[in-house]
């Protein structure tokens, strides 16, 4: 879950979790990397935060491209693995802490952007709730969250059948937590209750990118 924190982290996730998600869950994701800032609109000067990071593809793709950029994770492991990957690159404007997702250690309206990849459908509904909520406590009133995850319903397209084989291997809790999401109208039920509209939406195979924004009133 995402709020578990230090050793009960390192205990829910293996030894080699850290290895798989930099060697070959974020190569997989590249084409999102790409695409987010400039659905985002993201600038360079802007400021952006990348909520459970892992080892911090996305934070530092935004900080390559002149954004300031942080990235959280409650794993202690692949914050450690970002941190790394942002001194090779040279990248004083990324910068990487072990924090939780349900209580985001930052100010109210901080950052420009707050992103959240793949982690959302993994959370129990009440949790989703609450971390949706803390993005947008550490969002500007202008500003924007950059939601990416499975579209409900899933296309009927080949990598959805492989992405229904993921989430029923990855355990009984996991998969409780996918399929209360996708009752729950997924990133679209979230935007309904949490106030937001889609600005700008993006299709990558069976997920969604949204670029949400709060609806005035």
């Given at each position: 879950m995402i709020n578990r924190g230090g050793w009960s982290v390192m205990v829910a996730n293996p030894w080699w979790a850290p290895w798989a998600l930099n060697r070959v869950i974020e190569p997989l994701m590249k084409e999102l990397r790409l695409q987010a800032p400039g659905l985002a609109g993201m600038q360079a000067g802007d400021s952006a935060l990348d909520i459970c990071c892992g080892t911090g593809a996305l934070a530092l793709?935004?900080?390559?491209?002149?954004?300031?950029?942080?990235?959280?994770?409650?794993?202690?492991?692949?914050?450690?693995?970002?941190?790394?990957?942002?001194?090779?690159?040279?990248?004083?404007?990324?910068?990487?802490?072990?924090?939780?997702?349900?209580?985001?250690?930052?100010?109210?309206g901080f950052f420009d952007f707050a992103s959240i990849s793949m982690s959302l459908h993994e959370t129990e509904s009440a949790e989703r709730d609450i971390i949706v909520s803390e993005m947008k406590r550490v969002v500007k009133a202008n500003g924007a969250l950059i939601l990416i995850d499975y579209k409900v319903p899933l296309p009927f397209i080949p990598s959805s059948y492989t992405s229904r084989v993921v989430e029923l291997v990855a355990g009984r809790e996991h998969n409780r937590y996918f399929r209360e999401y996708v009752r729950q109208g997924g990133l679209d039920g979230l935007m309904d209750r949490h106030g937001l509209r889609a600005e700008r939406r993006a299709e990558l195979g069976p997920m969604w990118m949204i670029k949400a924004s709060r609806i005035v009133t």
């Open positions: 793709h935004y900080a390559g491209l002149g954004v300031t950029a942080a990235g959280i994770d409650m794993d202690p492991r692949v914050i450690q693995i970002a941190d790394r990957k942002g001194q090779r690159l040279g990248l004083t404007n990324a910068s990487f802490r072990v924090g939780d997702a349900l209580n985001l250690p930052f100010e109210d």
